[in-house]
């Protein structure tokens, strides 16, 4: 099982971006699907996460301007970012909580990053 999350890149302040990751594998149901990022020098933080219903939560940094989605069909979440700021630049990661049968235990699935730099 794996998250392959794609998009990331450098864009000027106050451009837009859109970051997708896609689960593949033996996944019987995916639970919570989540956005997390990393600075230089900082800890991974949350950005935003969505439920398997569609229930939502954002950073305070990234309200109003930041979008999570999940199409469940194709187990992928997706994070639509607006009005990006310096501040913004990060390794983005993705999450996936999932089970590979009804009776197993959920497991937590990280993705292998990808870099947001927004920079003039």
């Known amino acids: 099982v794996q998250l392959q999350a794609s998009g990331g890149g450098l864009v000027q302040p106050g451009w837009s971006l859109g970051l997708p990751c896609a689960a593949s594998?033996?996944?019987?149901?995916?639970?919570?699907m989540g956005w997390y990022r990393q600075a230089p020098g900082k800890q991974r933080e949350l950005v935003a996460i969505?439920?398997?219903?569609?229930?939502?939560n954002y950073a305070d940094s990234v309200k109003g301007r930041f979008t999570i989605s999940r199409d469940n069909a194709k187990n992928t979440v997706y994070l639509e970012m607006n009005s990006l700021k310096p501040e913004d630049t990060a390794v983005y990661y993705c999450?996936?909580?999932?089970?590979?049968?009804?009776?197993?235990?959920?497991?937590?699935?990280w993705g292998q990053g990808t870099l947001v730099t927004v920079s003039s």
């Open positions: 999450n996936a909580q999932y089970s590979t049968s009804w009776y197993s235990s959920t497991q937590n699935l």
């Open positions: 594998g033996n996944i019987f149901s995916i639970g919570a």
């Open positions: 969505i439920s398997s219903v569609g229930r939502t």
